[in-house]
């Protein structure tokens, strides 16, 4: 499948959706968006926000970008190439995106962000991103080889009296150097790690004890996964925490399969975190969900009614004070395909749920 067909099929969504709300147009402002409906462009300037600099607008027999002068020559040069959108710039200083907007098209609008005089369709517009192309998922292969490399290297180059902004900086230049965008990198060293579900770094310095945490994109895609490093043999306690928690891993990635309803699947993660020991873990983090072009698409609770789709992306993320197991997947109807993973330079653990064994990612002993 060649990128303008992926394209076309994803345009075909789009009008299929604004002839069943009986919407006029579409736009589109999120980086997201972009990305998914480019088949991978990037929108953004800063790395902070959602909204990109310029407005993709569907209609039913046309497509358009709306941007300004300083941004029109790279999205005509390196992000939509040939792809059959109709680009409309002005100068910077008189850049008037919703006057722009009313001489393409007039009627009822939908709008992936809140957006005077149209009507916020944005969750309807991300359930159209949410089965993956296999074009997508080969570019996803590629984010999860490149952050899986990023966080092992990191894991296996810290040493003891680095601090956690310094193991930060090393995991994020890893990911940038790869062409990937870092978007989280929680770091948290000796009893942080214990006290803190999200563990922005500070100038802690590591003494023998490390988790990291990294969550990078490319393409539009996100990829996430958390790592263990001990310098010396963790404790036994240590061990065991580990353990039960990537056994409530598998549980939750084996448990995602196509057709099962989310709120059944978290309901089993919480009665492993029982089996395992530690029946009440789960009410101190949330344990992850859906992802894809969004770092969570929605959260895995126990009222979420969603149905896990064939080729929809997931990210679950049981934490256990101490430790903590993540990586990224794609749901198959053979199982989960792990995108992230422990790879052959990172010691794994054979966990059994229910017949079926995974290999996650162990404590990594220096």
Known sequence: MTRLEEVQIKLDRLRGFLAEGELDAAVLATRANFAWLTAGGSSHVGLGGERGVCWLVVTADGQHLLTNNIEVGRFEDEELDDLPFEVHSVQWDIEDRPEMLRRIVNGRLGADTPMPGAEDVGDAIARLRWVLLEPEIERYREVGALATRAITETGHEIEPGMTEHEIAGLLMGKAMAAGAQPVVALIAVEERAYRYRHPIPTDRRLESYVMLVLGVSKHGLGISATRMVHFGEPAAELRDRHLACCRVDACLNLETRPGAIVSDVFRRAIDAY????????????????????????????????????????????????????????????????FLSGPGDAWPTLEVTYEGTTLQRADILVR
């Open 274 to 337: 029982a089996a395992s020991g530690y029946p009440d873990q789960w009410r101190l983090h949330h344990q992850g969900g859906a992802t894809g072009y969004a770092a969570r698409d929605y959260k895995g609770t126990l009222t979420c009614n969603e149905m896990v789709l064939a080729n929809q992306a997931f990210a679950w993320n049981p934490s256990i004070a101490g430790t903590k197991s993540e990586d990224t997947i794609i749901v198959r109807d053979g199982g989960p395909e």
